[in-house]
């Protein structure tokens, strides 16, 4: 049973690393979905995302923009009440 801080690494590619509780996520800690290149950073409860957190997407953004300058850039917050 998963306890206390540690990391798990699956065998997709994804990582957690952070605080565990009964076997779950559960506490602070970081996920990086390596198929979906997101990341999760803050509190988990009862393994999923619960509170304060920071949700990041690093997939492109596809049309417009000048592509001699790079990949375009989007800042979004969302908030959920």
């Known amino acids: 049973m ?8 699956y065998a997709n590619g994804d ?10 996520k559960s506490g602070f800690g970081r996920m990086s979905w390596n198929s979906s290149q ?4 803050g509190q988990w409860l009862r ?5 304060v957190g920071t949700h990041t997407w690093f ?13 375009n850039h989007a800042l979004v ?5």
């Open 2 to 9: 998963k306890k206390g801080k540690g990391t798990m690494s």
């Open 15 to 24: 990582v957690y690393e952070g605080e565990w509780a009964e076997d779950v």
């Open 38 to 41: 997101e990341e999760y950073l």
């Open 47 to 51: 393994n999923l995302p619960n509170g």
């Open 59 to 71: 997939q492109q953004i596809s049309g417009g923009g000048d592509p001699s300058t790079g990949p």
């Open 77 to 81: 917050l969302m908030c959920n009440r």
